[in-house]
C-alpha cells in the first residue's frame, strides 16, 4: 500500500482533512464494483460444466474458459496501469465498466452462433473490463484511509466481491443449468439441435441483463464525485528505486498472487464435476451449483470476520494460517471421500477469504510513487487463474479428478511461506 502525504492528498480540490468524510461514500459506492466482478467472475463456474455439456468438452478443453478470462489479466493489466495512472482511478474504473458490458453484450451473438470460440472471445474482452476495473479499484481502496488499516479495509471491500460469487452460483443454476432439456450426449438430429438452442438462450438472458447493469453502473461512476488521490511524488523513507520491480516483497507477492488466485479458480471450477462423481455425492449438476454458494459464501463470512479481526492481528500471520489450514482441507478433499470430503473442500473457501487482500496489500507496502505500477504487476500475477485451471485439467483428464486437488495444496504451501517471510520488506 502507497504511502502520502496530506500536501500529495486532495479531495474535490480541498484537502485530504476536509475530504475525510467522503472516503466513506468512496468506499460505499466501490463496494458495488468488487460485488459485481465477483458475481461475474464466478459465474464462470457454473458456464464451465454448462459448455462442457453442450459442446461435449474434456476437462481440459472446458479449462479454456478460465485461460481466457485470466488470460486478459497477463495481457491487460500493464496497460491498464498505465492508463489508470494517466486517467486517474475514477475514469479508469468507469472505461472498466464500459468494456465490461460491451464483453457481456457479446455473448448475444456467441449464444446465437453457438461456437465455443466466440463464448470465449466475449470472455476475453468482459475480463479485459473487469482486469481495468480490479487495477483501478484495489490500489484505490488502500488509499481512501489510513495505511495501517488498508489490508482491514481492503479486506471488508472484498467481502462484497465474496457476496457477488455466493449469489452467482444460485443465479447461473437457476437461469443456465437449469435451462437443460435432456441428456445432450445421446440426442440425435433436429432433436440435439432444439436443445442446443434451448442451452444457448439460457446463456444469452443472463449476460444481456449483466451488460446492462454494467452500463447503468458506468454512467453513475461517471457522474459520481468521487475523492482524488494522488500517489506521492516520492517513494517512501527516501528510497528512489527505478521501478516497482525492484521491490522484492511485491515480487514474491505476484507470485503469491499467481498461485492463489490459481488455486482457487481450479478449486471452484471443479467444484461441480467434483459434487457429481459418485463416490462423493452424486448430486445433478444444477444441485451441485447450489453447494458451490457455501464456498464463495465462506469466503464472505470469512473476509467480513477478518475486515475486524485483522485490525488487531498481524497480517503475516493470519495469512500463513489460513494458507495452512486451507491445504489441510484439501488433503482431505483428495484423500476422503463421501461427505468429509464434499464438506472439506467446501471449507476452503472459508481460509481463502483474507487471502488476495492481504497479499495485495502487504505487496504494495512502501511502494509510494510505484503503487500504480505495483497494481499493475500485481492484477498481471492473476493469470494464475488462466494457466493453474488448464494445468489442473490436465491432472484431472489424466489422474483422476481427485488426485488433481494436490495442485492447490502446493499453492498453499507458498501462500504459507510468503506470509511468514516473504512479505517482509528489504
Known sequence: MASFSNSSVKTGGVSASAGANNYTFALVALTSLFFMWGFITCLNDILIPHLKNVFSLNYTQSMLIQLCFFGAYFIVSLPAGALVKRISYKWGIVVGLLIAAIGCALFIPAAAYR??????????????GVTVLQVAANPYVTELG????????????????????????????????????????SATGEQLEAMRLAEADAVRFPYMLL?????????????????HVEEEEVASAGDERASAWSYRHLVLGAVGIFVYVGAEVSIGSFLVNYLAEPTIANMPESEAAHYVAYFWGGAMV????????????????????????????????????????????????????????????????????????????????????????????????????????????????????YGLEGHKTA
Request: glycine residues 10%; hydrophobic residues 60%.
Open 302 to 417: 470469512g473476509r467480513f470476520i477478518g475486515a475486524y479481526a485483522m485490525r488487531y492481528i498481524d497480517d503475516g500471520k493470519a495469512l500463513a494460517f489460513n494458507a495452512l489450514l486451507a491445504g489441510v482441507l484439501l488433503l482431505l478433499t483428495v484423500f476422503a471421500g463421501g461427505k468429509l470430503a464434499m464438506w472439506a473442500v467446501l471449507a476452503v473457501g472459508l481460509f481463502n477469504s483474507i487471502m488476495f487482500p492481504t497479499i495485495f496489500s502487504l505487496a504494495l507496502k512502501g511502494l509510494g510513487r510505484h503503487t500504480s505500477q505495483g497494481s499493475g504487476i500485481l492484477c498481471l500475477a492473476i493469470v494464475g487463474g488462466a494457466i493453474l485451471p488448464v494445468v489442473m485439467g490436465g491432472l484431472a483428464d489424466t489422474i483422476g479428478i481427485h488426485l488433481a486437488f494436490l495442485m492447490p495444496v502446493i499453492c498453499y504451501v507458498y501462500i504459507l511461506y
Open 211 to 227: 451488460a446492462i447493469a454494467f452500463l447503468v453502473l458506468a454512467a453513475i461512476f461517471a457522474a459520481l464525485k468521487l475523492p
Open 115 to 128: 461456437v465455443y470460440a466466440l463464448f470465449l472471445g466475449a470472455l476475453f474482452v468482459l475480463a479485459t
Open 146 to 185: 489510513a495505511p495501517e488499516t488498508a489490508a482491514s479495509r481492503l479486506t471488508l471491500t472484498q467481502a462484497f466481491n465474496s457476496l457477488g460469487t455466493t449469489i452467482a452460483p444460485l443465479f447461473g443454476a437457476f437461469l443456465i443449468l437449469s435451462a437443460a432439456t435432456g441428456d445432450i450426449q
